[in-house]
């Protein structure tokens, strides 16, 4: 299945609301964020706090044209916590972190207007 980062893409298939909350995302805060120079693309090795239930996990993010290593930690970001883990390269991603491509493509995190707990799930 590919998915489009196209605004104008067109809507993806029906889904149950069950199917909905299958997907578990929380939120996070970014503890550590390193460069990933063995990515076939760009991006950052993010370590997250989920909180006590989920734990710390880790993440591959292609958010380098948006984002500085040096401003991410204790940034609070989304994740899909239940998908299975995934190698890349050396590298075990745990999660995926959540965001939204910017007019030209660049990954914009998603996360909250206002404070919310680690953990937290989307609803």
């Not at 993010?46 to 044209?65: M, R």
Request: proline share 8%; glycine share 8%.
């Amino acid at each position: 299945m590919h998915v489009s980062h196209e605004p104008d893409a067109p809507r993806g298939e029906t889904i149950t609301f069950d199917q909905f909350l299958a997907v578990d995302i929380r939120i996070g805060t970014v503890l550590l964020a390193e460069p990933f120079p063995e990515a076939r693309k760009p991006a950052f090795k993010l370590t997250i706090d989920f909180g006590p239930a989920i734990g710390v996990k880790k993440s591959s993010a292609q958010i380098t044209e948006r984002y500085a290593l040096e401003d991410l930690a204790g940034r609070k970001v989304a994740a899909v916590v239940n998908f299975p883990p995934r190698q890349i390269g050396k590298f075990i991603s745990e999660v995926l972190t959540l965001g939204f491509a910017d007019d030209a493509g660049a990954v914009i995190l998603f996360a909250p207007d206002f404070a919310v707990p680690n953990g937290s799930r989307l609803f």
